[in-house]
């Protein structure tokens, strides 16, 4: 306090003399804010108060555990799903109650920073764009009709408002509390010690020696609890170890890579960030010869073996991708810099190598898929001439459906990109007593009655047309299972699908294979009409994302909330695609359109800005830079190429708990390392 009054006594003495906006801090760094009770946090005694961010970006990505809980699914037509339903989940829910709990943690430790020690904000350009991302995140939760949803997030994803919430804050608080190499250290090798354990937990998987298959491991995912016939779980488990099965029987096959993440595409995605940020430092432990440690050298080159192993091994294209834009901008961006690191190179080409012959079984199938998909070599084939298959039984060839139509008065439908209509008859009590058929002009076509079908509800009449004949039948029957007023349905035939329309006094509506009724329309879509399977149906899932950007440019549906905003009742275009007729497309397989559906296009520019200001400003850093023996430059630039590889296979995979804590924290720390790094340079 006396301090205080005596600058405001100097600033009186010498009322001329302008005071500076910016205060600079022990490390040369300028702060936009800084109150000061206490020694500055980039004292060792600061070090503590990293724990939750550590625990952030290094351990929210180990949890896994089992949880019960139930949504308000009864809204939804496409799933069997009721609100009083159990859904159990094990890789999601613990994980976002973790980066809450971090939230919370660093909520109050900025609270003791700012009344009893320091609070000093850097300047730094990421805070605009975060501001806006975060308001886009609030008022799309606001505005949202699945508040239920957007507020935790999706069944087994739970990434909602609250979550990305707690990515920026998260990002705030590491951006301004990582000030020291000692912190920057602090952050790495808990980050290398979790890496090694999940590497060593995927190489388990990929053996089909799966922890989580053993008894322990199991115990470990699911609480002691007694199960509806009264034995404990954990005696279950027992039980099945003695018989040989494992007790929980996970989806993955075929000795799939799936570490802690859920989803093998998620392994890969996170490898893309660790890869390159330790390929760096031991780059920088090899050039330091006999200065560094053997073991460190050692410790570097297996975990990058590791590491290597679960991104090849998980046969995940997107990561593939990813690793490919790091290789071409450590080319573009340090180019005769790598002439001085031949040896390290080659040691780590050399174990690349290596691991890519061994795994040859995994991702040279996902590769070569993966290069047919993106060239069209499994595009849809054309329809073929209906006048060469004059022979073909009725109802026998698979159409594309371009789209269902129903009305009132008529089901409107495209095969092959011939419109066709069914007019239903009706009696004065609007009972079903018939039907016609009516092709792409409005003219009648003559119906065929087909031999009975043992077993079958009612005859079935192929259409006396070679445009339609080989692909539909059609048949008229009793309604079973509906609570519809109508008794009867219109059903269509096609291979592997029986498409029921129930017909009643005032419409007709698509019986689904829920039992519900569902309104079907043409659905927009925009792009991959000749290849929709680009990408293992992304091309089709993409297409239909497009339109939806139309009512989101300013606000999203929700966090988290793709699930439901997709047009699920896309039956016809699911079928054309030769995938599951009636799948529910719960994610867009690309961040980047994930983030514009559920919280605005305006929060993925901002998403975008916060990226692309970082990338810029590592770039222009690190090609200048002179590596020589200095940690953080290349600590720095190896969060920069994971960044850059990250970014890029985002292109393919979707945001999730299991990944984004990593991403978010390594992007804090790379800005923070820029901001030193930054500062170093204009001090000397």
């Known amino acids: 306090m006396k301090q205080k009054t005596k600058n405001i006594r100097e600033r009186k003495k010498n009322p001329t003399k302008p005071e500076s906006p910016v205060s600079v801090g022990k490390d040369g760094a300028p702060y936009a804010l800084s109150m000061s009770h206490a020694p500055g946090i980039d004292e060792p005694s600061g070090s503590g108060q990293l724990l939750p961010a550590i625990f952030f970006s290094s351990f929210v990505i180990l949890i896994v555990r089992m949880h019960t809980y139930t949504r308000p ?28 709990l971090c939230a919370v943690a660093v909520l109050i430790l900025l609270l003791y920073r700012v009344t009893t020690q320091s609070f000093a904000v850097r300047r730094s350009f990421a805070y605009l764009p975060m501001a806006v991302y975060a308001l886009c995140v609030t008022a799309s939760y606001q505005f949202s009709e699945y508040k239920a949803f957007a507020l935790l997030g999706w069944n087994d994803r739970f990434e909602g ?24 250290r602090l952050f790495l090798w808990p980050l290398a010690a979790t890496s090694g354990l999940l590497s060593l937990l995927g190489l388990s998987q990929a053996l089909d020696k799966d922890f989580f298959r053993t008894a322990l491991g199991q115990k470990l995912l699911v609480p002691n609890t007694p199960g509806p016939s009264g034995v404990t779980l954990w005696e279950s488990i027992d039980a099945a170890a003695q018989q040989g099965e494992p007790f929980l029987k996970f989806t993955f096959q075929n000795r799939e890579i799936y570490q802690t993440v859920y989803n093998i595409n998620y392994v890969s995605f996170y490898l893309t960030l660790l890869i390159p940020l330790f390929g760096m430092l031991f780059i920088r432990a090899w050039n330091r010869g006999k200065e560094g440690s053997a073991a460190k050298k050692a410790g570097l080159a297996c975990l990058f073996a590791l590491l290597i192993y679960n991104l090849i091994g998980s046969a995940s294209s997107g990561g593939l991708f990813g690793l490919g834009i790091i290789g071409l901008t450590g080319l ?75 009305a009132p008065e008529r089901i409107a439908l495209s095969l092959n990109g011939r419109p066709l209509t069914i ?30 079908v043992q077993d079958a509800a009612s005859n079935r009449y192929a259409l006396d047309d070679v445009r339609y004949r080989p692909y539909l039948t059609v048949s008229m029957g009793p309604v079973i299972g509906t609570s519809a007023t109508g008794t009867s349905a219109i059903s269509l035939h096609t291979p592997g699908v029986t498409w029921d329309f129930v017909v009643t006094a005032e419409d007709i509506l698509y019986r689904n294979r829920m039992g519900r009724l569902v309104d079907l329309y043409p659905v927009e879509h925009i792009g991959f009409e000749n290849n929709p399977d680009f990408g293992s149906w992304r091309g089709y899932i993409w297409s239909r994302s497009f339109p939806l950007l139309k009512q989101t440019l300013l606000l999203g549906t929700g966090a988290d909330t793709y699930c439901a905003a997709f047009p699920q009742e896309d039956y016809a275009g699911k079928y054309s695609t030769r995938a599951t007729y009636d799948i529910v497309v719960d994610k867009p397989h ?14 993925l520019l901002a998403l975008l800005s916060l990226f692309g200001i970082y990338l810029f ?32 296979a985002a292109l393919v995979n979707d945001s999730s708990v299991s990944v984004m804590p990593m991403f978010y924290g390594l992007l804090g720390l790379g800005i923070a390392i820029n901001n030193i790094l930054a500062c170093s340079s204009h001090a000397t």
Not at 73 to 87: A, G, K, N, R
Not at 590 to 603: D, E, Q, R
Not at 617 to 642: H, M, Q, V
Request: charged share 15%; with cysteine; net charge negative.
């Open 73 to 100: 699914m009864s809204q939804f037509f496409w799933t069997p799903q009721t609100d009083s339903s159990s859904i159990l989940d094990f890789f999601s829910y613990y994980k976002m109650l973790a980066i809450l």
């Open 161 to 184: 408002t609250l979550v990305l919430l707690c990515y920026m804050l998260l990002l705030f608080y590491i951006i301004n509390s990582v000030r020291t190499e000692k912190h920057v």
């Open 332 to 406: 573009i961006l340090l180019n005769k810099k790598l002439l001085e690191w031949v040896r390290p190179l080659f040691i780590l080409f050399l174990i690349t190598g290596l691991v890519a012959g061994v795994t040859a079984d995994r991702w040279m199938p996902e590769l070569m898929g993966a290069y047919r998909s993106v060239t069209g070599a499994t595009a849809q084939e054309e329809p073929v001439d209906p006048g060469t298959l004059t022979q073909t039984e009725a109802g026998s060839v698979m159409p594309v459906i371009d789209y269902f139509d129903t």
């Open 423 to 452: 007019a239903p008859e009706r009696n004065p009590e609007g009972m079903l007593t018939g039907f016609a058929v009516l092709d792409e002009e409005g003219r009648p076509i003559s119906l065929e009655e087909l031999p009975t």
């Open 590 to 603: 690309n961040m980047y359109l994930g983030a514009a559906v559920g919280t605005g296009v305006i929060s």
């Open 617 to 648: 400003t590592s770039a222009r850093l690190y090609r200048k830079a002179i590596f020589g023996d200095d940690f953080l430059t290349f600590a720095g630039s190896g969060i920069f190429f994971g960044i850059i590889g990250f970014l890029a």
